[in-house]
C-alpha cells in the first residue's frame, strides 16, 4: 500500500513516516502544497494524509485541485483547527476524513484502516472510462457495444489503469501491483500487456484511450480531459 504524506512539520513527517513505514506501507513525504498536489497527480497512491495548514498552497485548496483533476484517492484530512466549521470546510473541499492535531498514532492507523475498507468495498462496483466498462465482481468488459475477452493479467492492469484515469503508471508501478516482489519478469512485458490492451481496446475504436507517456509509463485519459 502506498500513502502520500503532506505535512511540512519535518518533525512530525519524520515521525509518521517511520510509523507507516514500520507498519508495511510505501511512503512519500511532500513538504508544501504544491510539491504534494504535483506528487498526487503524477503517482498513483492508495491514501493521501493532507496537512490543512501548509506553505505554497493550502491544503484544502490541494484536496479541491485533486478532486478536480478526478483524483478519487482517499484523503486524510490534519489540522491543528478544531472548529466545526473547520472540519465542514475539509469535508466540503473532498476529503473522506478528518483528524485534529494532536492525535495518537494509534487513531491514525484505525482512521487508515477505515479509509481502505471502503475504498476495497467501493471496488465492486462497476468502473467506466468514457464507453469502456469494467465490472471487476465477473471480469467483465465492454467499449461501447463491444464484448471484449481478456486475461486475468490484461484485466488487472487495465482495472489499475481505470481506476486512476488521467494519472500517470510507471512500468515500475505495474510491475509491482501485478507480480510479486520475488517473481523474475522480462523488462519488456508491461509495454508487452499494454500493446494487447490496446489492440483488444482502442485498435477497434476511433478514439483512443490508452496514452503513453514516453519513457516513463503510461496512462488512460478520457477524451473530455484532452
Not at 513516516?17 to 508544501?32: E, H
Not at 476495497?120 to 469494467?134: I, K, Q
Not at 471487476?136 to 492492469?157: M, Y
Not at 507480480?179 to 512485458?189: F, G, K, L, Q, R
Amino acid at each position: 500500500m502506498r500513502v502520500l504524506l503532506i505535512e511540512d512539520n519535518r518533525r512530525l513527517s519524520d515521525s509518521l513516516r517511520l510509523t507507516l513505514q514500520d507498519d508495511g506501507y510505501v511512503v512519500d513525504a511532500a513538504y508544501d502544497g504544491l510539491e504534494g498536489e504535483e506528487l498526487a497527480t503524477l503517482a498513483t497512491y492508495d491514501v493521501i494524509i493532507l496537512d490543512v495548514m501548509l506553505p505554497e498552497k493550502d491544503g484544502l485548496a490541494v484536496c479541491r485541485a485533486l478532486r478536480k483533476k478526478h483524483v478519487n484517492v482517499p484523503i486524510l484530512m490534519l489540522t491543528a483547527r478544531d472548529a466545526l466549521q473547520d472540519r465542514v470546510s475539509g469535508l466540503d473541499s473532498g476529503a473522506d476524513d478528518y483528524l485534529v492535531k494532536p492525535f495518537e498514532v494509534d487513531e491514525l492507523r484505525a482512521r487508515i484502516r477505515a479509509l481502505l475498507r471502503r475504498e476495497s468495498t467501493e471496488r465492486s462496483a462497476l468502473l467506466a472510462v468514457a464507453d469502456l466498462e469494467l465490472d471487476p465482481a465477473t471480469h467483465a468488459v465492454r467499449r461501447g457495444d463491444r464484448s471484449i475477452e481478456l486475461t486475468a493479467k490484461e484485466f488487472a492492469l487495465l482495472e489499475y489503469l481505470v481506476r486512476h484515469p488521467n494519472r500517470l503508471v510507471t512500468r515500475e508501478m505495474a510491475e509491482e501491483h501485478l507480480w510479486s516482489y520475488d517473481h523474475t519478469i522480462a523488462s519488456n512485458v508491461v509495454d508487452v500487456y499494454i500493446r494487447r490492451l490496446r489492440r483488444k481496446i482502442d485498435d477497434p475504436s476511433p478514439v483512443k484511450l490508452i496514452e503513453t507517456v514516453r519513457g516513463v509509463g503510461y496512462r488512460i485519459r478520457p477524451p473530455e480531459d484532452r
